[in-house]
């Protein structure tokens, strides 16, 4: 597609339960890149995606949090056992990734995870 | 690692002033610097960038200028109208598909 779409927009769990989040990046982008927004501070990077291959996961929390991009799937964020810490904003970004001229990172609506 | 100061947290101007938003970066390396307006529902949207091999990019009412000696570059809204209303992010990266290293952000209030 034109633009990165993220899946639920909302997103509403008890503490302890599980959250995916999905994000279908822009058709031909190789890299997509994943951030945590809390209280509409900064960006905190979790982990980027080069096609199906981790590229960076230096942000990722050790535990709890994973995340894949499979062919012919949407990438996927998931949180097990949710605290209320984990209550944000998840953004995903897509790049194409073949030049500087095409590294401008597309970002998604991003999907708003509640934990109560 | 690369750190982002963002200034000023929050910014108030009358319809059709001028607003500036000043950010300061760490990593000499870093060669990449996009603004990202955040409104409310909304995405992110990128609204303008700059690289380091330019000192000023100008885009109708936005520019941004890049000190690359002194590590700090700056958004520029001129004719400011109550649709900027919005919270606006500066970022930094070093190269090629590194993550972006955002500031806190500023939220911007144009006021009719």
């Known amino acids: 597609g034109e633009e990165v779409a993220q899946t639920p927009k909302h997103l509403v769990r008890g503490e302890g339960q599980k959250a995916k989040l999905y994000c279908a990046p822009i058709k031909g982008h190789s890299y997509v890149f994943w951030y945590q927004q809390v209280l509409k501070n900064e960006f905190k990077f979790l982990i980027s995606?080069?096609?199906?291959?981790?590229?960076?996961e230096t942000g990722m929390p050790k535990e709890r949090f994973s995340a894949k991009c499979l062919p012919n799937s949407p990438c996927s964020l998931e949180i097990q056992a949710t605290k209320l810490e984990d209550s944000a904003v998840y953004f995903c970004?897509?790049?194409?990734?073949?030049?500087?001229?095409?590294?401008?990172?597309?970002f998604g609506p991003g999907t708003r995870l509640t934990v109560l | 690692g690369e750190n982002v100061e963002q200034h000023p947290s929050t910014l108030s101007v009358q319809e059709g002033d001028s607003a500036v938003i000043k950010c300061t970066y760490s990593d000499s390396a870093s060669n990449y610097f996009p603004w990202y307006k955040q409104e409310l529902g909304k995405g992110s949207q990128l609204i303008i960038d700059i690289r380091s091999n330019v000192g000023e990019k100008k885009d109708q009412r936005i520019a941004v200028t890049l000190n690359k000696t002194a590590k700090h570059f700056s958004l520029h809204i001129t004719e400011t109208q109550p649709e900027d209303s919005a919270v606006y992010f500066c970022a930094a990266r070093n190269s090629g598909n590194t993550p972006l290293v955002f500031g806190k952000g500023t939220r911007l209030s144009v006021i009719a």
């Open positions: 995606f080069q096609n199906e291959n981790v590229f960076d």
């Open positions: 970004a897509s790049s194409q990734g073949t030049s500087r001229a095409g590294n401008e990172q597309f």
